[in-house]
């Protein structure tokens, strides 16, 4: 898990590749989660946390150009 300064100091095309991965393994933790009991349940809300930070990084970025 990133903080969001950290994330300011990654490249776009980094970011953006992150961003996919977040959101390939947010799908993942909700299928496992539909089909059989997460251990750690926390994962789901950790992750799209994390996707909101690096979208909120792209965006700040996309207002500034």
Same mark, same amino acid.
């Given at each position: 898990?990133?903080k +969001?300064? $950290?994330l300011?100091e990654? %490249? #776009? $095309?980094?970011? @953006?590749?992150?961003?996919? @991965? %977040?959101?390939?393994? *947010?799908?993942?933790? !909700?299928? /496992? %989660? +539909?089909?059989? /009991?997460?251990? #750690?349940?926390?994962?789901? !809300? &950790?992750? !799209?946390? $994390? =996707? +909101? &930070? =690096? /979208? #909120?990084? *792209?965006?700040?970025?996309? *207002?500034?150009?």
């Amino acid at each position: 898990m990133s903080k +969001a300064r $950290e994330l300011r100091e990654i %490249a #776009t $095309e980094q970011l @953006e590749f992150q961003l996919a @991965e %977040a959101q390939q393994s *947010l799908f993942d933790l !909700r299928c /496992k %989660a +539909a089909s059989e /009991k997460l251990e #750690t349940p926390s994962l789901i !809300r &950790r992750s !799209r946390r $994390e =996707i +909101a &930070r =690096i /979208k #909120t990084v *792209l965006h700040l970025r996309d *207002l500034v150009k």
